[in-house]
């Protein structure tokens, strides 16, 4: 819930609503409670809200209009009698054309049953009320019953809901029956949408229900809250004249508050993202048959139909796909064999068979979705049509009705036999490498892992150590200890056994315990100072060569030795601020490039583990993990008894994660877009063809796509990412996704499917990539750029028909954007300058930041602020009950209550505050004895009593919603500086803070340079 | 007169289509790896073989036309020798296996503007030839 903030803004709207909000809110969240009637809405209706999202289409005719309308207020009804009062758009859809009526009049009973299930919904109805006037809206649903030939959609957009609506109810029961042409729904999809975002002003609550997912408790208040000055003129000219005007004016959110001269923007009021990420939904309802967006995201569902269209769309036009993400809920992917015959494709343009795909001709032809060729079916895949022209065994065809499906690779997709997986460790043994304990962590952690290493029983494992010299080990199956071998020859590196040094886990797995056990005791006393690593990993790649596979790279001093020796860079403030500052944060020898190539070459992926306290030059050791499709890791000033946690975790999950290998990975579309730019960790293997030597499911990649036709003449266009690899069973797959999103004519359209998540992504990754060639500055003044071209677009679409002067336009798709940018304005990567983030950690962050699915970034851009005390204080919620710590707070000092315990948690560590005035059991429960101490010299352990039992818990479903960093607790005080400050309130980034702005005046600043046009 | 010939016929010519066969190879080669007719660690090892002494070749050649007083050459292939030049302090001559399909188009064009170049002073240069050679004719017959 998290939202008292929230709550608050909305407060000042609601005199209208309150009469009526007072009663309903009341009934969800009473927990809070301190509020008056009308706080409660603004209460979370969230954490339900996602269920409630689905609702609207699940058939729930009843289900959708109720909730709203009745719950917050029995006004509606009397207006309802106005017949120009259009109905909310969500309502429209989902029931029949005689619902609504109906469900007004019964909306007053239900109130107190349904509303208990409906939390979710109320909370929203509440903050609906803001619009009585919104019920304007609704009048629609008149219109409806007649079914508006699909045809109208088009036009729809523009206008609002007027028109939508009708089509609205068309496209839906077309779903079942239309599948096959895809084309057909498009057009009316478009209709529906607008009608949602139309509601903003009036039709909030609408809008809330079809967008729901996106809105958390929090934001719809915003739109509400505006109350003041801007409001009115929002809410009026709905009720007064001309529809489509106020559609259109709704279709904006808008804030401003006119404070005294200036415009300000209330804190309170600003959007937030407290759900997190929420993948949108809007084509899954349009086309059923698309995968999930978990694999693939699109910035904007919608493909612009001509090259001006797209000219004028300054935000990145692309996708970000996660191929191999894992399945939602438990759901696996079918795999599909074809064998005997080879798999089913296009003739010509290679598409994969796919469920958009038509057939015809008895089911002896089927038309490519893409390039719209006949081609013929293989007579092993022959079936026959049914009456409504779909094959007869469809039902036992995954791939005609999936969007995501796997297909067996015959013999013409392989170059070579399926490689084993292959797991090759290359562990620094230098003193600091001993000193730190790493060693030891790592041989335990591989050694518990052993079991667990897909692909048994052909895994093959090796490992070498270095210091100035290399150190092989022979593990053939007939030793009983292992053989070490050492090459002290760094100018002419060879590999002293040609077989032996990489044998199969299986056979020689006695061997391989017997080394993993004696690793960390064989080099206790070595004072070596050296670190070759140029040659050692040299020698890996001679080692691996043969079979390419995974290679592990714990380095923990600078390399000094021999090729590929760095030198210590990056401590020259003075290089800030120049052309050559970029310089720092590319590799410096080419050597590394060029062995990143190598590795590609022969399907190897490299994984870096940084452990030093120095400077370890992670800009050129990255580069080996970027064109590898590897990645880093990095924990500075690594101690095993405080990092070894994490390290433990992070490298378990890298070996035992699925793992694809020997990869690559082509995305195709139709005649017209072409994907030029690629971004993420992977080597391009042709123009688009991308190589990945391994890949698994913490890896995402965007792209970008460009038109090269000025105007597409299709109405659908579809993306078909292939992913073709090696499973770990040794089974040569393809995973294919297919994905159908309409093309638009309507830039408007184009802002309404827009997906912030995707788009965050991209710009990050861009901006990431262009801190490799400019100033950090450049990199900042590019995002905002992007997003005051893109926001000011917007806004000349409605400048015209309404008075804009000192507000703030934008989307309701877009509503985070602005402050995802100034989050990642203010990230790790391109915070600041020299002194405000080591160079190595900069470098480690641009890296995860290049690799990292969209959740994942978008928690580490916007972490969560959780407070615990009450949960950990009152022994009355049951332990298992973790809903009350789901609420997340805005990151503002402001959410900071000296008297209470926070978390912090931003998926890759969590920080735990203690305010100053907590009270003493708290800590002394948590800390145990030494609750006194200084913080960073405690470790969080699990005390023995109840409290930090729960904190053990919440730890524990933090850690598990996504396993592929592990949170190590940091531990802080109110008002302990340094630590406070770089741990926690420079993350804070709603505030002020040194040379950064807070989210109220990156708004200001937003929204000046929007007007100045 | 036997110099200047010399300049034109044994040095001058031979060296501009030496220059003119590796820009279009070079070019071919890119357009190669546009439509995925080679790949890209072939392509960039069979570009980056030829940088260097063409680099070389054309610094020579501009230095030559300094030394022997050829002023119009000489400021022809200046820019071009600076160019090199400097693409050699940046270390950014050779072309780079992991970036090739970034750079694809700017070094496609940089090559196709380089292969124009060298074509004009081939041009140049044959033009210088025939007109030597008419020359000399000319003061046979008298």
């Known amino acids: ?1013 | 007169m036997g110099l200047d010939l010399i300049f034109w016929l044994v040095i001058c010519f031979p060296l501009n289509v030496a220059f003119l066969a590796s820009a279009f190879y070079q070019v071919l080669i890119l357009s190669d790896l546009e439509s995925d007719f080679v790949n890209p660690y072939d392509a960039s090892s069979r570009i980056n073989y030829f940088i260097l002494p063409e680099f070389i070749g054309q610094g020579l050649f501009c230095a030559l036309c300094l030394f022997t007083g050829h002023w119009i050459m000489f400021l022809l292939t200046v820019p071009v020798t600076c160019y090199h030049v400097m693409l050699y302090m940046k270390r950014q001559h050779l072309i780079d296996v992991t970036e090739v399909f970034r750079v694809l188009n700017a070094e496609k064009k940089f090559r196709i503007a380089k292969l124009a170049y060298y074509l004009t002073i081939i041009i140049i240069t044959v033009f210088r030839l025939v007109l030597m050679g008419v020359y000399y004719l000319d003061s046979e017959d008298e």
């Open chain 1, 1 to 1013: 819930m998290g939202t008292e903030n929230p709550g608050r803004p909305t407060f000042p709207s609601r005199p209208a609503s309150s009469p009526f909000g007072a009663a309903q809110p009341v009934t969800p969240f009473s927990s809070t409670g301190p509020v008056a009637g009308s706080e409660p809405p603004p209460y979370r209706p969230t954490p339900p809200a996602p269920p409630q999202a689905a609702t609207p289409f699940s058939s729930a005719g009843p289900a959708a209009a109720r909730p709203g309308a009745p719950g917050f207020r029995p006004a509606p009804p009397g207006r309802f009698s106005d017949p120009s009062i259009p109905p909310p758009p969500r309502a429209s859809n989902a029931p029949p054309p005689g619902g609504p009526y109906q469900q007004f009049p019964a909306a007053p009973f239900p109130p107190t049953t349904q509303q208990q299930q409906r939390a979710p919904m109320m909370g929203q109805a509440s903050q609906a009320p803001p619009f009585p006037a919104s019920l304007p809206a609704q009048p629609q649903m008149p219109f409806v019953p007649m079914g508006s030939p699909p045809s109208q959609s088009a036009a729809p957009a523009h206008l609002g809901p007027n028109a939508p609506p009708p089509t609205f109810q068309p496209t839906f029961p077309g779903y079942p029956s239309k599948q096959a042409g895809a084309e057909m729904q498009a057009p009316p999809m478009h209709s529906n949408f607008p009608a949602n975002q139309g509601n903003y002003g009036p039709a909030p609550p609408a809008a809330a229900s079809p967008f729901l997912s996106h809105q958390g408790g929090y934001v719809p208040s915003p739109p509400m809250a505006p109350p003041v000055g801007m409001q009115q003129p929002g809410s009026v000219p709905p009720m007064g004249s001309v529809q489509g005007l106020a559609e259109d004016f709704n279709a904006l959110t808008m804030q401003t508050r006119p404070g005294t001269m200036d415009p300000l923007f209330d804190p309170k009021e600003l959007p937030r993202p407290l759900e997190g990420d929420v993948e949108s939904k809007n084509l899954a309802d349009m086309y059923p048959m698309n995968c999930s967006p978990r694999y693939v995201r699109l910035t904007t569902s919608a493909v612009p139909s001509s090259q001006s269209l797209a000219s004028r769309w300054h935000l990145p036009l692309g996708a970000v796909v996660c191929p191999l993400a894992e399945p939602p809920g438990g759901e696996e992917v079918p795999i599909v064999n074809f064998a005997p015959a080879s798999v089913v494709r296009c003739r010509r343009c290679r598409t994969y068979v796919n469920p958009y795909m038509t057939f015809t001709e008895a089911g002896r032809k089927f038309r490519c979705n893409v390039c719209t060729l006949l081609n013929d079916v293989p007579s092993e895949y022959y079936a026959q049509l049914d009456a409504t022209g779909k094959r007869v065994d469809i039902n036992q065809r995954p791939e005609l009705t999936k969007g995501t499906v796997e297909f067996v690779a015959p013999a013409e997709y392989m170059v070579r036999p399926p490689m084993p997986p292959v797991y090759f460790f290359l562990i620094d043994v230098s003193i600091s490498a001993v000193r730190s304990g790493m060693i030891e962590v790592v041989a335990n952690t591989i050694k518990s892992c052993l079991d667990e290493l897909p692909g048994f029983p052909r895994t093959q494992i090796g490992f070498a150590t270095f210091d100035s010299t290399i150190h092989f080990y022979n593990m053939k199956s007939s030793l009983t200890q292992p053989q070490m071998l050492v090459v002290s020859d760094l100018d002419d590196i060879f590999i002293p056994l040609p077989d032996d040094l990489l044998v199969n886990l299986s056979e020689s797995r006695s061997v391989v315990e017997t080394f993993l056990d004696s690793l960390s005791t064989m080099f206790q006393d070595n004072v070596n100072l050296e670190s070759a690593f140029g040659p050692a990993l040299k020698s890996a790649f001679m080692v691996m060569s043969q079979l390419g596979g995974k290679l592990l790279i714990f380095q923990n001093s600078l390399p000094s030795l021999g090729v590929g020796r760095l030198k210590l860079r990056g401590d020259d403030s003075r290089v800030y601020g120049t052309d050559k500052e970029h310089g720092l944060r590319l590799p410096e020898d080419p050597f590394y490039k060029q062995m990143a190539a190598e590795f590609s070459k022969y399907q190897i992926s490299t994984n870096v583990y940084a452990f030093s306290d120095k400077y370890t030059d992670i800009a050129s050791l990255g580069t080996l993990a970027k064109y590898t499709a590897g990645q880093v890791y990095y924990y500075p000033a690594f101690q095993s008894a405080i990092h070894g946690e994490k390290l433990r975790h992070e490298l378990r999950r890298d070996l035992t994660r699925e793992t694809a290998w020997e990869a690559v990975m082509r995305i195709r579309c139709a005649k017209g877009v072409r994907f030029t730019t690629y971004h993420g960790n992977f080597m391009l293997r042709s123009t688009d063809l991308l190589a990945l030597p391994a890949v698994d499911c913490d890896k995402a990649f965007a792209m970008q796509l460009s038109l090269e036709e000025t105007l597409l003449t299709t109405q659908t266009m579809y993306f078909q990412v292939a992913l073709l690899y090696t499973a770990s069973c040794g089974e040569r797959r393809i995973r294919v996704h297919t994905m159908a999103v309409p093309v638009v004519t309507e830039l408007a359209d184009i802002y309404r499917l827009a997906d912030t998540g995707a788009i965050v992504s991209l710009l990050s990754r861009l901006a990431i990539e262009k801190t490799l060639s400019q100033k950090l500055e450049d990199a900042r003044t590019a995002v905002q750029l992007r997003i005051v071209k893109g926001l000011r677009e917007y806004r000349n679409l409605y400048a015209v028909q309404h008075r804009l002067a000192n507000r703030m336009i934008y989307p309701e798709s877009l509503k985070f954007l602005m402050l995802y940018g100034l989050a990642l304005c203010r990230s790790t990567a391109l915070r600041g300058g020299y002194g405000d983030v080591p160079l190595d950690e900069r470098c480690a962050a641009g890296h995860i930041i290049m690799t990292v699915t969209i959740k994942r970034l978008l928690k580490l851009l916007y972490p969560s602020l959780i407070r615990l005390d009450e949960y950990l204080l009152k022994a009355s919620v049951p332990a298992d009950d973790l809903k009350s710590v789901e609420r997340r707070l805005p990151l503002t000092g402001e959410s900071l209550d000296s008297r209470g315990l926070y978390i912090y948690d931003d998926g890759f560590r969590c920080i735990i505050w203690f305010g100053r005035v907590i009270s003493p059991d708290i800590a002394k429960n948590l800390l145990g004895a030494d609750f006194a101490a200084e913080l960073s010299k405690t470790t969080l352990g699990e005390q023995d009593n109840e409290m930090s039992r729960r904190l053990m818990r919440v730890l524990e479903k933090l850690r598990n919603t996504d396993r592929a960093y592990y949170q190590l607790s940091h531990l802080v005080r109110q008002g302990e500086q340094p630590k406070e400050g770089f741990l926690l309130l420079a993350n804070l980034v709603e505030d002020q803070m040194g040379g950064n702005s807070g989210y109220a005046e990156w708004m200001l600043q937003i929204s000046r340079q929007v007007q100045q046009s």
